[in-house]
């Protein structure tokens, strides 16, 4: 017997709009990107897989999407819990630099290694620059110190214990979950759901807003790969992420 868990990225932001390099910076969504959530939403709907919980980062930009895509498919009352585990990758120097730019300046293979490497991180962010979580009081009682820039692994390492300690009981419950994120925590838990390689990881790109749905088997392994309730959309989705700096 498996439960459903349904993964959403956030629609389209603001920064993702500029072409902005985001991580932890607190974002909102464009006009683009709200109707992206609700469309995900109504997807939910027509395809019976309604959230009996939800999860989502700290970040508005995921838990404005959440609330739009539970307002269409008319699960508002769900319980919530949110976890900073569940953030973006915290991407250090170069939140706020953009992407286009980053690429010119420092050339193809040092772009997409910071971008998409497994271990290598961007270099740190400085505590006085205007993009620092630091002293932001929604990270106040964080374990451990704010991160100043993360790898994939990183983002693994510390969101895979948020993943066997609060999702997977409510998956054992058999709940229905709706996890609502970020382009690379989401990767990390999609790395971690397929035993995807440290290497291939590179390649795979998550659209926004566009529901990636999974059977997931008692004890927190999935019984196959994901589906995406729109595989078209999601697919030009996806290579329009990779495209990003381009
Ligand atoms: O933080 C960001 O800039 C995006 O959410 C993810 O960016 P990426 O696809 O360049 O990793």
Redesign the pocket.
Known sequence: MSNTLILLRHGQSD??EKN????WVDVRLTERGRSEASAAGALLADSGALPDVLHTSVLSRAIQTADLALEAADRLWIPVQRSWRLN??H?GALQGLD?AETLEKYGEDQFMEW?RSFDTPPPPLDDDSEFSQVGDPRYVGIDGDIPRTECLKDVIDRMIPYWEQSIVPDLDAGKTVLVTA???SLRALVKHLEGISDTDIAGL?IPTGMPLVYDIESGGSASGPGRYLDPEAAEAGAAA?AA?GR
Do not use: I
């Not at 902005?20 to 991580?23: A, I, Q, R, V």
């Open positions: 920064w993702n902005l390099f985001t991580g973006e990758r991407y992407k971008r970020h382009g690379n790109n992420v990003q």
